[in-house]
């Protein structure tokens, strides 16, 4: 596998591939970061920071299977960190620019990305991860540094205050077919 070998590069010293991983993957990272920030500024202030920090730190990476969920981890760290220096509220108006192929779905997307933006930090990491990675429980177990079972109890507050944000039936009251 190609990245396998660019991480094993990267982690020996190697500018270059490190450089490649980072491009390989920089979609993934900039939907992350703009997931956190809500907006596109902020979103490349928090991808640009996690190349630098993850740079300087990629001799560090123990295991290379687990690269992406290293840089994912530092770039949580790195939004946290930009969203505490900035303390402000982001108007729905800077949301238009999300990034998206489905156009047609952009209203339905504002009001999710404003609800997931008013999530508690550790719910919003939770759904993020399985909503938009697609890593399982334990993957994402492994990057919070948490249990499992306190991931699952992440994405089940995180999915609740969603549904009563977006006007589904507060309380857990579901109809249960």
Not at 66 to 71: D, P, Q, R, S, V
Not at 151 to 162: H, P, S
């Amino acid at each position: 596998m190609k990245e396998a070998k660019l991480v094993k590069k990267a982690v020996k010293g190697n500018a270059k591939a490190f450089e490649e991983l980072l491009v390989l993957h920089s979609e993934r990272l900039y939907r992350t970061a703009f997931l956190y920030a809500g907006n596109r500024e902020d979103a490349l202030d928090i991808v640009q920071e996690t190349s630098c920090k993850a740079f300087l730190a990629i001799g560090q990476l123990k295991n290379e299977q687990y690269f992406l969920t290293w840089l994912t981890r530092i770039l949580i760290h790195c939004a946290y960190d930009v969203l505490k220096k900035r303390k402000k509220e982001t108007p729905v108006e800077k949301l238009v620019n999300l990034p998206s192929s489905n156009d047609h779905k952009v209203a339905e997307n504002l009001d999710l990305m404003e609800a997931i933006t008013q999530l508690k930090d550790q719910h919003r990491t939770a759904i993020i991860l399985f909503y938009y990675h697609d890593l399982t429980i334990s993957e994402i177990a492994r990057t919070m540094d948490i249990p499992e079972n306190t991931v699952k109890t992440y994405l089940q507050r995180g999915r609740k205050e969603l549904k009563t944000r977006l006007g589904g039936e507060p309380d857990g009251k579901e109809n249960v077919s």
